[in-house]
């Protein structure tokens, strides 16, 4: 029997795997921006795609309010309608890193353009980008395996990170005129590992909605379905 | 009449402000390690928060989801719950970065212990604990006025940060010795800032849950009460 509860769950999750492509889009053209200098399209890009992920964000808490009052869902129903509350959350917030990614990118290749990419820089955005898909396969799938492997990634994103750190701070010490420039790498790295965070979130809320268990905080809490 | 609902609410709350009580102790202690170098001390005061924080993260949770269950709220008591799931998330963020904050600074003074606080840094951590105390009362007391005033602040904070990086670099640029010094000067002024946004996040929450205007985004959405 189809339940009409069915129905606004699935148009909830729909708008969620909506705005996750909206992000995934936002994210490229950031890295875009990073990878190809490819300043003022990447930036425009990236701000229209922030800008329906913000009216999603907007919609799908609307929308997640109107099914609780509406439905009252129990059990699995309602663990997902809190999930994609969270999920929405992380969504914006991958927005916003985008929008500063592609900021500060745009700042430093305008006053230095001849800056060397950092290999650690090329390899946290392959890491972040395949993170951000399989946390929204995931998510779309209910898959533990996969959200895993998200939970994985994310140290080594970490480890990355704190590559790019070592290499840029020992540039910074070689030469003043590389202050800004190295600054500037480190502050696109912790806009990526902050974008990692929220792939991150995301595959515990999926771990949540599929077996019950709370793995925050190294945390295995089991409730009721 | 008193309703069964309105003490699930009462208790909600309760534990939301049990909750940001150790946020501020947490604050506390990881600004008190940066202004007074006190740092084995704070490191572990800080730890002890941040575990009850997580703590309550997931009874808050826990308890959010057993209300919508058996309550099925609605209207002005059902966005109480989804304030209250959200904030319940910034809070654990705010434990984060409180950590982030001890974490910094104890690296920094464990090598550099005469290392000069910028002014900036010392202004920052004024007005951002002024921030949390604002929004976890505006929170207590549906206080919209207050919730404004945070907002507001937020962009003190912006300017305070900008000013702080525009310093570091200069020293940075003038001695390769105040490279590690300067950023991570940087970077706590960065986990203060992301404590301003999450303070800012809550305020917002507030603006919601006493009016029905939904004002991220510079939206101004009006709900049904």
Redesign the interface.
């Known amino acids: 029997m189809i339940r009409h509860i069915d129905a606004e769950l699935q148009g909830l999750k729909d708008l969620a795997l909506q705005m996750g492509d909206s992000v995934e889009k936002a994210l490229d053209q950031a890295c875009k921006s990073v990878l190809a200098q490819n300043k003022e399209k990447c930036s425009v890009e990236v701000r229209e795609h922030e800008s329906r992920i913000?009216d999603l964000?907007?919609l799908i808490?609307?929308s997640?309010?109107n099914v609780?009052?509406k439905q009252?869902p129990?059990?699995k129903d309602?663990?997902l309608v809190?999930a994609i509350?969270?999920i929405n959350?992380d969504l914006e917030r991958m927005g916003d890193q985008s929008v500063n990614i592609v900021r500060n990118a745009c700042d430093l290749y305008s006053a230095w353009p001849q800056a060397t990419l950092p290999s650690q820089l090329t390899e946290m955005i392959d890491a972040v980008r395949l993170m951000v898909r399989s946390a929204l396969d995931a998510f779309s799938r209910r898959d533990v395996e996969l959200s895993n492997k998200v939970l994985a990634q994310d140290d080594q994103v970490d480890d990355l990170r704190d590559a790019l750190f070592s290499e840029m701070?020992e540039k910074?010490?070689?030469g003043?005129d590389q202050?800004?420039i190295g600054?500037a790498f480190?502050m696109i790295g912790?806009n990526l590992e902050r974008m990692a965070d929220h792939a991150t979130n995301i595959a515990e809320e999926v771990i949540y909605l599929a077996t019950g268990n709370?793995v925050?905080?190294g945390?295995n809490?089991s409730?009721n379905s």
Do not use: P
Request: aromatic share 0%.
């Open positions: 913000n964000q907007m808490d609307e997640c309010v609780l009052a009252a129990v059990a309602l663990r809190i509350t969270k959350t701070k910074m010490k070689a003043s202050v800004e600054l480190i912790k709370d925050r905080h945390h809490v409730v």
